[in-house]
DNA sequence: ATCGTATATCGCAAATATACGATAATATTC
DNA sequence: GAATATTATCGTATATTTGCGATATACGAT
């Protein structure tokens, strides 16, 4: 039911970015892990006032999204931001931005 | 079922404004705004794969959201970009990622 | 091998989002 | 005032998201 193929690449991608950041939840893992250069599954649980199974589910999304890497370390699971994908996102949302105020006015 | 009490008002704010534009049609719909300057609704149901009723929808969202702004004239409905959200949350998301991006590295 | 710890996944219930047709509301024109 | 045109809203069906407990999986320690 999503229209998904009625709209451009560039329009799903950007969506796409966009609903993986539209929910708090997911906001507050990125600075969390950012806050600790990197982070265990559990430090999030902890932080987060969502059940563990919650948070891996959003953790899930984020990493579908690029924005976090993850890496197994023994028992534990370790993510960080991938900064190159945050700086892409930061660049290509800049101009879009641009994009629509330069054209409206 | 949203845990919004849970987060900061930050968190919430911006995951609010993510979500808005979380939506293919809801790009292609500022984008489309911004490219007439103006733009009445019957032009947005021509250049959208979709119902009137589901545009008239979209736009609502983008409304409430804070990034269009809507007049009426006559029978029709003018929308037209807020320049200034749309500069202050580019603002705010760059300062978001750069701030990711430089904590976690 | 068994136990304990950490995390991912499954299954489910509730809430939201998406899409559309039908209808209502509003303004213009005849 | 009736007919037309434009847009918003309502009702509804379906899909997706959110959240959690329970379970499965993987690993280290005993």
Redesign the pocket.
Known sequence: ???REAFTRDENCLADYM?AL??P?RIAILKAIAEKKSC???DL?VALP?????V??????LKEAGLVK?T?D????CYCIDPEAMARLEGSFGKFCASIVQKCC
């Open positions: 039911m999503h229209k609903k539209g929910h939840a265990i599954c559990g649980v969502l059940a563990q199974s919650t891996s589910q959003h953790v899930k999304e993850g197994v023994g028992p534990r699971s």
